[in-house]
């Protein structure tokens, strides 16, 4: 078996390939939130659908067609009058009355468009075929070669254990789903863009796996 790499090394490869993904594909790099999509097929096919049908349509006519919807569903509101400027003091240049004083920030944290429902089967479909071509290169296949002494010792050998890793792979997904990403999603992407959500995600769902390491090292002591 190699001898895993050190620390410094792993640290930059994380780096590398979170920030070179998001600069790359301007998007965070996760995997459950691609999972999550599979449990609502229907819904992201049609949502597939939607979207080609809006990227071929004529700009012209897709702007007619939601003036048609917006007066159907709201009749023929007359437009508001604009706001006179309003001047704050000789040093500032006007500004109009209901125009935000701090503008949105431009470019930087726009992500792409959410990719099809196909190019993320393709992504868990080589996901799969990765870790099997692992195991061929390391020389061994089975359900029992992935899950070691230790974890047959402690918690369940055989069946047991891949139902104790059935249940807790539910547990993630529910948690996932509950913060709005995954510890890849927040932990590294997110918190590597300093974004408020991952930062608080990612202290919570680290203080919980220290808190059940510690639980089990006692138990199991």
Known sequence: MMAPWPWWLTALALGGITVGYWLAMRRPLGVSGVLSR?????????????????????QSELEAAMLAMTLEAFGDVKAAPVAAPVADDD????????????RPAAGGRTCAPVPSL?????????????????????????????????FARHVAAGPGGL??????????????A????????????????????????????????????????????
């Open 118 to 150: 196909g190019s993320h089967l393709t992504f868990l479909l080589m996901l799969v075929a990765g870790g099997a071509l692992a195991a061929l290169l390391r020389g061994g296949w089975g359900w029992s070669d992935g899950l070691g002494d230790a």
């Open 163 to 176: 139902a104790v890793l059935a249940g807790g792979g539910m547990l993630v997904g529910f948690g996932t």
């Open 38 to 58: 599979f449990t609502r097929v229907g819904e992201e096919l049609q949502f597939d659908r939607g979207v080609a049908a809006v990227s071929q349509a004529d």
């Open 91 to 102: 040093a500032k240049p006007p500004r109009h009355a209901m125009e935000p004083a701090v």
């Open 178 to 221: 509950m913060c709005g990403g995954c510890s890849a999603g927040h932990g590294l992407t997110g918190t590597g863009r300093l974004m408020p959500g991952s930062l608080v995600s990612t202290a919570f769902f680290f203080a919980a796996a220290v808190a059940v390491a510690l639980l089990l090292g006692w138990r199991l002591s």
